[in-house]
């Protein structure tokens, strides 16, 4: 059986003794600072040091040596308690009487955590334990707190796809598989939507001293839907009310029909506004508008048409503009080409060919197929443009920006225009006051009017000089996060060609000279280029 090493004092004639023990097994050595700090607190002060010192260190079963020449009274069993600092339990170390002193009781030991503060969770099994075996030098761990029982966070598990980041399959050619997308959510009618595990709070737990130790605090959820959804009656699940299509947007699950046009958007339709989804089975017609708060599939081609779409839009063939189209999704586009058109993505755009286009999307930008060109326009992606082809043999302005959002690229350039707008008002305003004031220096009567004059100019340039304040300042924020953004990259899989801007993050780079098999990323201040 293990067994701490121990000590204990007794008297003989010629003075004061101590007798230790050595270690039992795996039991711990004793240490100086233990005896000597007990013999301080029982005020004997003058006791040979190096004779204990000695004793410890060549220590062999059991040694014995004179540390005083003055004899001590009886001392009863000692208890000593130490409660941990974060009160989750106290712990006694027992030493044993001197010179015939008293044995504790379990009254007595009950006493002495009393008196440390103890009033909690008393072991009385170690008590027993004790009284029993009496080792001394030994943590004995007498009381223990009654641990919290911790909680667990709500949780919601959807039982839909909500991960609209999914890239459509692409065939061996790079094309995309339109037979294939698997990117829209279906349910039918009684479908489990979503289910809500609640929160568990746990219980509260107390320390040693009685104080209530709280368990640590959890998150708690409520399951939020909109129209064509119920709740199940212990409030747990989201049920679907018709068949129609799941979405999930800003944590609330929306289920809605989606609306077929079986041929043409065009004079027999008129423009459609859709709270769901919308399929075209044929064409959109130049002039007419289609607005979904889901996604919009067209089968057919785009012509000069208004698609906005709140979540993607699908285009089986793809839009000619004609310089009037305009497509925007807050999430992705998916089309096989897009020519003379403004597009605006708020996920990924996926596209064979892009042609004399404005075409920006917070995620990727992806031209490939068998044509994968890009000729003419300006292409901004937040993080990443990959072609076959950029620009033309006939050095076609063509731009190719990524790095930084391009919804802050279009806040940044709207906050300029205002500034400068707000700058040229203010100093407008400034001229008036010059005229004003060299107007009154010539001896003008001031008249009530121009006092209401001159006061109304006073509130404007307050105003001005509050916007100019404003606008400035988030002008620099912005200006700072597109410096500090350095991500992003351009993959060129055949050639850029001369006429072709590169844009890393506000970095520039003109393509003076035909470039192969390159990929485009920010160094510093430098555009670098690697080899594929």
Do not use: W
């Amino acid at each position: 059986m293990d067994k701490n090493s121990y000590f204990e004092l007794f008297s003989k004639n010629d003075g004061t003794y101590i007798r230790i023990y050595e270690a039992e097994g795996n039991g711990d050595l004793l240490l100086y600072e233990e005896i000597s700090d007990y013999l301080v607190e029982h005020n004997i002060f003058d006791f040979d040091k190096i004779a204990i010192g000695k004793a410890l260190t060549s220590l062999t079963g059991v040694a014995e040596v004179r540390i005083s020449g003055l004899n001590i009274q009886a001392i009863e069993e000692h208890m000593r308690v130490e409660i941990a600092s974060d009160r989750s339990y106290a712990i006694a170390r027992f030493y044993p009487p001197v010179n015939g002193g008293r044995l504790l009781t379990r009254e007595d030991i009950i006493d002495e955590l009393v008196r440390h503060g103890v009033k909690y969770g008393v072991d009385e099994d170690a008590i027993k334990d004790f009284l029993q075996n009496r080792r001394y030098c030994t943590d004995y761990k007498l009381a223990k707190a009654l641990m919290p029982q911790e909680g667990k966070d709500a949780h919601i598990t959807y039982h839909f796809n909500t991960d609209l980041t999914l890239k459509p399959k692409r065939n061996e050619d790079g094309s995309v598989d339109f037979h294939q997308l698997d990117m829209i959510s279906s349910c039918k009618k009684g479908d489990i939507l979503a289910t809500l595990t609640p929160a568990d709070y746990g219980k509260p737990g107390i320390d040693v001293c009685g104080n209530v130790i709280k368990p640590a605090k959890v998150s708690s959820k409520t399951l939020r839907y909109g129209n064509n959804i119920h709740l199940s009656e212990d409030g747990l699940q989201l049920i679907s009310d018709v068949d129609g299509h799941v979405t999930l947007v800003n944590g609330k699950v929306f289920v809605s029909d989606t609306f077929e046009v079986k041929a043409d958007v065009d004079s027999s339709t008129g423009d459609i506004t859709y709270e769901g989804n919308v399929v075209v089975r044929g064409n959109v017609i130049t002039g007419f508008a289609i607005r979904a708060k889901g996604d919009i599939v067209v089968n057919g081609v785009v012509e000069g048409a208004y698609i906005e779409a709140g979540g993607q839009i699908v285009l089986k063939r793809g839009m000619q503009g004609m310089n009037k189209g305009i497509l925007k999704a807050g999430s992705n586009i998916i089309t096989k080409f897009l020519e003379n058109a403004e597009v605006i993505a708020g996920g990924y755009i996926s596209t064979e060919s892009i042609l004399h286009s404005k075409v920006s999307a917070k995620g990727d930008i992806i031209v490939g197929g068998k044509r994968g060109f890009v000729t003419g326009g300006e292409i901004r992606s937040g993080t990443l443009i990959s072609v076959k082809t950029a620009g033309s043999q006939m050095g076609t302005a063509t731009l190719l920006e990524v790095g930084i959002d391009p919804n802050i690229v279009e806040e940044f350039r709207e906050i300029e225009k205002k500034l400068a707008a707000v700058m040229a008002e203010k100093e407008k305003l400034s001229q008036n006051f010059i005229t004003f004031r060299k107007k009154l220096e010539q001896g003008a009567q001031v008249t009530e009017e121009r006092m209401k004059f001159l006061r109304q100019m006073t509130q404007s340039n307050i105003l001005l000089d509050t916007q100019i304040k404003e606008l400035r300042k988030r002008y620099e924020e912005l200006r700072l996060e597109m410096d500090s953004n350095t991500s992003g990259s351009i993959v060129v899989s055949d050639v850029v060609y001369p006429g072709t801007k590169i844009v890393i993050s506000n970095v520039i780079y003109y393509v003076r000279e035909k470039i192969h098999h390159s990929k485009f990323v920010r160094d510093r201040a430098d555009i670098k280029i690697l080899p594929l």
